[in-house]
Nanobody, 124 residues
Framework: QVQLVESGGGLVQAGGSLRLSCAASGRTFSRYAMGWFRQAPGKEREFVAAINWSGGSTVYEDSVKGRFTISRDNAKNTVYLQMNSLKPEDTAVYYC?????????????????WGQGTQVTVSS
């Protein structure tokens, strides 16, 4: 069982930056691939980025490539999402998720555990 708690969301102007954090419980964090998803009002939850167990491999949704960076610190049981050059269309609740394998996926059903989400609002 893994419990995930996101933090770092907030209100930022377009062009600004935020860093989201997701702290995981448990002593086996390095066994899990981790992902970030987001859900805007009235829309389905969508994939943003994912990282494998070691941090050596990452993948991004096309609209965030070059602007967002996912990383992890296994010693701190934490995964991060650095978001730069934010746009109003990035406004959403951001969720982190854990997959019970060491290799990431990009679909909701790939992930077994979810956090409660953190709101990111980008004003124009």
């Amino acid at each position: 069982q893994v419990q995930l708690v996101e933090s770092g969301g907030g209100l930022v102007q377009a062009g600004g930056s935020l860093r989201l954090s997701c702290a995981a419980s448990g002593r086996t964090f390095s066994r899990y691939a981790m992902g970030w998803f987001r859900q805007a009002p009235g829309k389905e939850r969508e994939f943003v980025a994912a990282i494998n167990w070691s941090g050596g491999s990452t993948v991004y949704e096309d609209s965030v490539k070059g602007r967002f960076t996912i990383s992890r610190d296994n010693a701190k049981n934490t995964v991060y999402l650095q978001m730069n050059s934010l746009k109003p269309e990035d406004t959403a609740v951001y969720y982190c998720a854990a997959r019970s394998t060491q290799y990431f996926g990009s679909y909701l059903y790939d992930y077994d555990y979810w956090g409660q989400g953190t709101q990111v609002t980008v004003s124009s």
